[in-house]
Each structure stands twice: as structure tokens, then as C-alpha cells.
């Protein structure tokens, strides 16, 4: 073995955080016991999008995707026995980070810690969440304040806190290419610190301590040689960035230092054993070069694609992660790819068209009038129809899916109701009510918080004019507010966005080829509709409650769309209610509903009920997204005409199994044209 001093291993976590504050805290430790060298919080999507469990839209989401917290009772119970001050927590929280990292910092305050020791990163990048991960909450304009403001707060009060990770990894699950993920996480970084540098919170000295404290989340899918090239180019870049737009001449305060969540896009639902090996060529691209070597990884578990992953999928991540950093010699050597004629040249490439799209970027206004334009969005929506038609033509080949879909009995998904871990129904009810109690109890003791409603009056003065909205926040914590009232009080404020689709402006992704499958699925949706008498079939796609993973639903749209159907997409975060009232409005032949957070055995039958109501029987009702086999079938059962999941890869011979659907509802006969 090599005498030279082994470098420190990266910093190990799990994405982990489902039903109360009580059972993720017992997981916590137990990931902790098991040798996890991080904290990495999932919240649930109330607590994202700034709603209480018992608000409308938080109904069959509470506790699903994440943890529930509503208030500094539930941080509390959240850390409990965890000292803050020797963690490093990392928390995935965007629009609502500020009211999080209040909370954190008043439990830290309580714990008795020393709070500029406080180590750890809010997920913080609004950005993305326009274009693909749909849990923003204010427009752009004061989502990027609440940004800027919690930057200056912590440069000041919280030092070693990381207050924003820029994160390319939606991006990359959205469909962006190598060349879109740098480019967009870049020019979202530009905005961000444009926007703290004309604050005037920061003075230029210390504008270095700012730019040392971003950090980027990045994406690393299983081409893995192209992925750790465009890691490298990722720190060229911001190297360049960084010295040039910002004057930092500090080289530790220009280090690229990102976190890693390896792709769960490309994790498959058929033969899901497979994607234990491609978790594992996906960690080797962000780990195997020293130069471009992450600092933090997180790796999914192999059943993700099924359903929650079980304590036990995790700790197997874990151990992936462990035999790498202990057991091989990668932590002996200087960077490996130093030198090499391949990897340069594709390094190279990658940085000049990345910045090539950045300047196009910087020249439409910037990141955010890229946002509002619809640019990005339908860029993005564009690159993942076009890998959706290389995978459905067999031109990208994925295993257990489109190539050697033949398999042996799998034994670990031979009880699926086992292979993954499912949330209580009754967690809801209980997070509701523990959440009344709160409410009716907090200005009593043991609690004694003064009244909310003033700090909360104070809050909204703040967010009118132009002063730091921390303190406010901080204030909210130690009132007792929650995450509904917190965020509730800045939508006066600031009002709510519904960012664009980019389903209308993006262009053909298959094109309609004489003889095409699509061209066949075409011909049936014309002739239906000639039969139904009506210009066109109309197919609402819509995604009631809060997932905002929209890049199934948009696909289905853009493809339907292709294939003659009027599509009627109003994007993300509807109620049942509003889904309903647009399908009879529009008239629609056809409902489409896409959930991948769980909540659809609660939302499904709902809108299927009010259509009955309606007296709206005769329009099909079809569901898609990660839903396990019990659980459709008791969808079918309900009514829904029927339901995709991930394995469905065939999108145009899912629309062509929408028009079967709408023929059958109508009593027309069988179509003799195959799709």
C-alpha cells in the first residue's frame, strides 16, 4: 500500500424524513449509529410549498415525501438528542428556506449551541423550481430577496453555513443535457450573486465569503465518463465566474464545492435490481477525480423507482458509499484523469458551449427573464422529449426496460407490499391534530410564546418594504407561528406564482413519419373525433395536490398534443376540485392525472366522485406516476379507466390507449388500426 496519507472520505448521507418529526428523528439516529457522517432532511410538501398539514392541498401529501414541520415544537422533536452544533445538516427546502433555517437556528439556540459553529446547507434555488422540481411559492422578483437576504444574514450571524445550494440535479431529471445543466445552475448562481452584490447588504470586501459559501447539488447520471467531465468543466467555469464577473482572487474562495444526489431519473421500475450497479457507476463519476470529487454524496436506494425505500434499501446505499471511501485505495492517489488526451478534450468542449448558452442567457436579461419568458422551461421540455424518443425508438438502450427485458423471478420484489416502506394513512390525522393542539396551546406553558399575530404584522411590514426579512422570520419562529401562517403572511405580501409549462412552445419530438406509430395513433384520434362529431378530442392533463415533478405530465401533454389532441395543461398544484370544474368547462374527452408523491389512493377517487356528481361519467379518468400494483388496483376498481407507471415507457402507445378509452366511454366501436 502506498505510503502517502489517505485523504478524508466525502461527507456520507441519506435523504431521509417521512411521517412525524418522532419517526425521523429515531431514523436519524439510527443512520448515525450506522456510520452516515451527515444529516440530509426530506420534507414533506406541505412544509415545501408553505402550507399546515390541514390545508386543502395538503390533503393525502402529510408526512409522504418527507417530514412534516409546521412549527418549532416539531424541530424540536425533530433533533431531539442530535447536538446541532457537531452536525453537518444538509436541508432540501426552497421557497419556505428561510422559515426552516429560523427554526433549525432557534432549536440550535435552545440546544444551548454556539450558532456561528452552526455547519450545514439550505437547499435554496428558486430557480429550479420554476423549471422543474414545482415547489416554488412568491414570483421571481421576492423569491430572490428571501435568497439574497438569508445569504447576508448568514455571512454574518452563521458563517459556516452554506445558505444556497445552486442545484443542477433537477435540471438533469427535467431532461437538460451535460451542456443545459451547467449552464442554467450557472447563470442561476450569476443572478444570485448580482442580486447580493446590489443589495448593498454585503460590502465588496467580503463579497469572497460569499461566493465561498455557495455550493452547488448537482446530478451525476450513468454516463458516467461525460458526467465527471462536465464536473470538471463545472469548476473551470465557476472558476472563471468567479475571478472574472466578481473580482474573488482568493483560489479557496473560488473552489467549486458541490453535493451530489446520483440520478434517480434513469432508476427503473422493471428489473429494479439493476440499478444498484448503476447507483454505483453514477457515484464513481463524482468521486473517482480528485480535482472534480464531490464533497457530500447521497445515493438513492435501489427501489426508489417502486416506492419509499425501507431503513434497510438506505443503509445498502450507505455501504456502497463505505466500501469505496474504506475499502479500495481511491483515497491514495492525486487525480487519476490528470493528463488525459480524452477526457481534456471532452472537458473542453463542454465549457465552451456552456458558456456559449450563458451568454445567450445573460443576454435575454438573465436567469430570472429566462424564467419568465418560458425559455428555459421549453428548452428543457424539448431535450427530455427528445431523449424519450431515443429511448422509445431502442436508440438509447436502457436494461430491464427497452433491451434484455427477459428476467429471472426477482426474490427482492417478489412481496412488493414488503419491498418498500409505506406511510400510515392515519399519520395525517394524527400530524392534523398534534398541529391543533399546537395552535390551541402554544401561548400557554410550558410553551408560553407571546402571541404570533404581531410578529407575523411585523413580517408583513418587513416584506413591504426593503429591510432584511431574517430577523422578521426569527421572531415568527419564537412566536410559535407555523409554516402556513409564516408563509401565508408573505403571499399578501408578495402574491403566488404559477410559473409556465413550456408545453405550448415546445417543439415536435417525434416527428409524424407516414407509417409512424404516431402516425397511426393520429389517424385514430381523427377519426374519433369525426365520429364524435367535434373538431378536435380534447384531453385534460392536470396534477392535483402538490408533487411538482411535472416532466411526466408535460410529456404526455407534448405527445398528445402531437398526436391531434387539444390538450388543456394548467400545470401544477390543483385541487380536485379545480381539475374537475376545467374538465367540464372545456368539455374534455378525457382526464389525465400524474402523481409521483404518493398521494393518489386520496386524490384519484376524489375527482373521479365529483365527476359522477357532475353527472360526468362518460369521461375517462386515467392515472400515471409511481403507483404500486395493490394500490391500482384498487384505482381500477374505483372507476379509473387506467394506469401507467414508470415502466410504461411507450408514450405514444399510451395516447393511443387514451383514445381506446375515449371510444369505449362513448360506446363507439374497436378502432382495426393498431398502435
Not at 468567479?242 to 473580482?247: I, L, M, P, W
Request: aromatic share 6%.
Amino acid at each position: 500500500m502506498s505510503e502517502r496519507q489517505k485523504d478524508r472520505p466525502w461527507l456520507m448521507r441519506t435523504y431521509a424524513g417521512h411521517s412525524t418529526a418522532e419517526a425521523s428523528n429515531e431514523l436519524y439516529r439510527r443512520n448515525l449509529a450506522k456510520g452516515q457522517t451527515g444529516l440530509s432532511v426530506a420534507f414533506d410538501l406541505p412544509t415545501q410549498t408553505g402550507y399546515d398539514s390541514d390545508h386543502i392541498l395538503a390533503r393525502g401529501e402529510v408526512g409522504r415525501v418527507g417530514v412534516p414541520i409546521a412549527h418549532l415544537g416539531d424541530m424540536r422533536r425533530l433533533f431531539q438528542d442530535i447536538p446541532l452544533e457537531q452536525m453537518n445538516t444538509s436541508m432540501t427546502i426552497n421557497a419556505t428556506a428561510m422559515w426552516l433555517l429560523a427554526l433549525y437556528q432557534v432549536v440550535a439556540e435552545e440546544q444551548g449551541a454556539d450558532i456561528t459553529k452552526l455547519q450545514g446547507t439550505t437547499q435554496n434555488d428558486i430557480v429550479k423550481e420554476y423549471l422543474s422540481r414545482g415547489t416554488h411559492v412568491f414570483p421571481p422578483g421576492p423569491s430572490l430577496r428571501l435568497t439574497t437576504d438569508m445569504i447576508a444574514y448568514t455571512v454574518s450571524h452563521i458563517p459556516k453555513w452554506n445558505p444556497i445550494n445552486i442545484c443542477s440535479y433537477h435540471l438533469q431529471e427535467a431532461g437538460a443535457t451535460p451542456v443545459q445543466e451547467i449552464a442554467y445552475a450557472m447563470s442561476t448562481a450569476i443572478a444570485v450573486l448580482d442580486a447580493v452584490r446590489d443589495s448593498g447588504q454585503v460590502p465588496q470586501e467580503r463579497m469572497g465569503d460569499v461566493v465561498g459559501r455557495i455550493s452547488f447539488f448537482v446530478n451525476a447520471g450513468v454516463r458516467f465518463v461525460e458526467e465527471m467531465c462536465k464536473m470538471r468543466a463545472f469548476g473551470r467555469i465557476w472558476d472563471k465566474v468567479t475571478r472574472e464577473r466578481y473580482g474573488i482572487e482568493n483560489p479557496k474562495h473560488r473552489r467549486f464545492r458541490y453535493g451530489v444526489q446520483v440520478n434517480s431519473l434513469g432508476l427503473t421500475e422493471a428489473q429494479p435490481e439493476n440499478n444498484v450497479q448503476r447507483i454505483v457507476l453514477e457515484m464513481l463519476a463524482v468521486t473517482l477525480s480528485k480535482d472534480a470529487r464531490a464533497r457530500a454524496v447521497q445515493l438513492p436506494a435501489w427501489n426508489e423507482a417502486l416506492g419509499l425505500p425501507r431503513p434497510w434499501d438506505q443503509q445498502w446505499s450507505l455501504r456502497i458509499q463505505q466500501v469505496l471511501a474504506y475499502e479500495s485505495d481511491l483515497l491514495e492517489y492525486e487525480d487519476i484523469f490528470e493528463g488525459s488526451k480524452v477526457i481534456e478534450t471532452k472537458v473542453g468542449e463542454l465549457v465552451e458551449s456552456a458558456l456559449a448558452e450563458i451568454d445567450r442567457i445573460q443576454e435575454m436579461g438573465g436567469a430570472m427573464a429566462a424564467v419568465e419568458s418560458g425559455y428555459l422551461k421549453s428548452q428543457l421540455v424539448a431535450s427530455h422529449a427528445e431523449r424519450r424518443g431515443r429511448i422509445e425508438s431502442g436508440q438509447e438502450k436502457i436494461i430491464g426496460v427497452n433491451a434484455f427485458e427477459g428476467t429471472e423471478p426477482n426474490p427482492l420484489t417478489a412481496d412488493l407490499d414488503t419491498a418498500i416502506q409505506t406511510v400510515d394513512p392515519a399519520v395525517e390525522a394524527r400530524v392534523i391534530a398534534s398541529l391543533q393542539q399546537w395552535r390551541d396551546n402554544r401561548y400557554q406553558p410550558p410553551f408560553n410564546h407571546p402571541r404570533p399575530c404581531k410578529a407575523l404584522e411585523r413580517l408583513k411590514e418587513a416584506a413591504r418594504g426593503t429591510g432584511n426579512l431574517m430577523e422578521a422570520t426569527l421572531e415568527c419562529a419564537r412566536a410559535g407561528a407555523t409554516t402556513g401562517e409564516w408563509a401565508g403572511a408573505l403571499r399578501e405580501v408578495f402574491g403566488e406564482f404559477r410559473a409556465p409549462t413550456g408545453v405550448s412552445s415546445a417543439p415536435v419530438a417525434v416527428p409524424v413519419e407516414e407509417g409512424s406509430t404516431l402516425a397511426l395513433v393520429r389517424r385514430k384520434v381523427d377519426l374519433t373525433a369525426k365520429e364524435l362529431n367535434v373538431g378536435k378530442l380534447r384531453f385534460l392533463v392536470g396534477k392535483p395536490g402538490l408533487d411538482g415533478h411535472s416532466n411526466g405530465a408535460e410529456q404526455i401533454a407534448v405527445r398528445a398534443r402531437d398526436a391531434g389532441f387539444e390538450v388543456v395543461y394548467q400545470g401544477i398544484r390543483l385541487t380536485p376540485e379545480q381539475i374537475v370544474d376545467a374538465a367540464l368547462a372545456e368539455d374534455v374527452h378525457a382526464v389525465g392525472l400524474s402523481i409521483l408523491s404518493g398521494s393518489h389512493a386520496q386524490l384519484v377517487p376524489d375527482v373521479l366522485e365529483r365527476l359522477r356528481v357532475a353527472g360526468a361519467t362518460d369521461i375517462p379518468v386515467i392515472a400515471g406516476g409511481i403507483i404500486p400494483n395493490g394500490d391500482a388496483e384498487q384505482l381500477r376498481a374505483a372507476g379509473v379507466a387506467a394506469v401507467f407507471t414508470p415502466k410504461d415507457f411507450d408514450i405514444t402507445g399510451i395516447i393511443g390507449r387514451i383514445v381506446d378509452e375515449i371510444r369505449k366511454a362513448n360506446k363507439l366501436d374497436p378502432l382495426e388500426v393498431p398502435a
